[in-house]
């Protein structure tokens, strides 16, 4: 029995091999879905999917093996409208060869973000998103991953990490539990690296930083701004 299962659309097939099943998944997987489904790539993106998760999703939209004319379409305004967009911070930064189109990345969690008493004030995305593309996305939400570097500050205009500051101060002042959950949590996500940029003053300047990811706690740090 072959391990692999096909999704066709056009002169083009997507591959989805079971023994890579609970890996992450690609970009192009998550392009296909978020056409399929109709929803915005960049909440996709937070999800995490796998590939297992990405086919069986494809499969119950679609109900068929082949992708209908209707997505493909939407398919295409996508590339097209990618093609004018930024090019992506991290991979700039890097000189690396995108995966996937650009979307826009919320450099403060978008459920932080909602916590803050007057979110109306931070929600324009112009102001609150940068350019990253579908596979670097993608990386800053698995937890673990360490491809792509969670520290997103190095990446960020000066108005940006002073924009992130402010979010994060009030963010503090208002719930500062969530703080204290995030800093005790897991050590691989986007959150925790967040936190730990933000005791360590990097929102608040750019300058004789030293861009790494923590692997120590942050507690010493929270408590001593307190």
Known sequence: MSRSRPIHFG???????????????????????????????????????????????????LHQGSIPDDVLERMQRAREEAATQPT???????DWTCE?????????????????DNYQAYAARTKCTVPICV?????????????????????????????????????????????????GGDGGTYEYQLITDYFHGRFRSAKNVEWRTESHHVAMDIAAAR
């Not at 992506?88 to 890097?94: L, P, Q």
């Not at 189109?101 to 969690?109: A, G, V």
């Open 11 to 61: 002169d083009r097939t997507i591959w989805f091999d079971r023994h890579q099943a609970a890996k992450k998944a690609t970009a192009e997987q998550l392009e296909t879905l978020s056409a399929a489904e109709g929803i915005p790539l960049d909440d996709l993106l937070d999800e995490g999917l796998t590939q297992r998760e990405i086919l069986d999703r494809l499969r119950a939209v």
């Open 88 to 94: 992506c911070r991290i991979c700039d930064a890097f």
């Open 100 to 116: 996937g189109r650009i979307t826009r990345h919320h450099f403060i969690p978008r459920w932080m973000m909602l916590n803050l």
């Open 135 to 183: 596979g670097r996305h993608r990386d800053l939400h698995l937890r673990g991953d360490e491809e792509t570097p969670k520290s997103i500050a190095q990446f960020l205009t000066d108005d940006e990490r002073a924009f992130a500051q402010k979010m994060l101060d009030e963010l503090r002042d208002q719930h500062p539990a969530i703080f204290n959950l995030i800093a």
